[in-house]
């Protein structure tokens, strides 16, 4: 079965810092990837995807995401975090009828 | 704001009763997922709707059933609910392409008692 794995429960960065979310995917054909964010209380937010073709990807709120095929990975990436960036984020990966998420990260952001 | 509405935003019942949630697709999407995320499981996939048609199930408890009406709009129904059930219950919608974006509601938070 397909699976999303994101290796750090907690992460916690100070604000103005780069930050990196870890997301692998299990073996298979070209995965759809997207990352969502969700703040408490509020539903998910997509911050980007990957389907095909440049393997770079932007979103929004400068994030930024790498798809390497040979590490399947999908990491995320912002060069430096705000205050706001607070929040849990998920990977997941697309098939033809559902999404398999990752467990989340929950990203804390210090003053 | 996705445009995906869901009602009602939280929900506080006993158990053994049964509650129905409600869903609006964003304007012209076809298809709609029902998704469950707690603590223990995470976010999963429940089932799936497609212009009126179930197209997938996944995790679904057979306690649980969807349906999809003629407008789209689309409705979870949950009976002989357990302490468990207690969960954040989203709806998200897309167009219908393969790899296509889903668009998440704001969810229907569930308290069973």
């Known amino acids: 079965a397909q699976s999303v794995t994101q290796p750090d429960i907690h992460i916690t960065v100070s604000e103005g810092a780069s930050l990196e979310l870890r997301c692998n995917y299990s073996y298979g054909a070209t995965p759809y990837l997207f990352w969502y964010v969700q703040s408490p209380g509020q539903g998910l937010q997509l911050l980007l995807k990957y389907f095909s073709g440049d393997t770079l990807v932007q979103g929004i709120k400068g994030f930024e995401a790498e798809f390497k095929r040979s590490q399947s990975s999908f990491n995320l990436r912002k060069p430096s975090v705000h205050w706001s960036d607070a929040a849990e984020y998920f990977c997941?990966?697309?098939?033809?009828?559902?999404?398999?998420f990752g467990k989340g990260t929950l990203l804390t952001v210090n003053p | 704001d996705s445009g995906v509405t869901q009602t009602p935003k939280h929900l506080i019942t006993a158990t053994g009763q049964r509650v129905t949630l409600r869903c609006s697709p964003r304007s012209g999407d076809l298809s709609v997922y029902w998704y469950q995320q707690s603590l223990d499981q995470g976010l999963q996939f429940l089932i799936q709707?497609?212009?009126?048609?179930?197209?997938a199930k996944g995790n679904i408890l057979e306690r649980f059933s969807a349906q999809q009406f003629p407008d789209l709009h689309s409705e979870l129904n949950l009976s002989s609910l357990e302490l468990g059930d207690s969960a954040l219950y989203f709806c998200?919608?897309?167009?219908?392409?393969?790899?296509?974006?889903?668009?998440f509601g704001p969810g229907t938070r569930l308290t069973v008692l």
């Open positions: 709707y497609y212009n009126g048609e179930e197209r």
């Open positions: 998200a919608s897309s167009v219908d392409r393969v790899g296509d974006t889903q668009y």
């Open positions: 997941a990966r697309g098939s033809n009828y559902k999404l398999t």
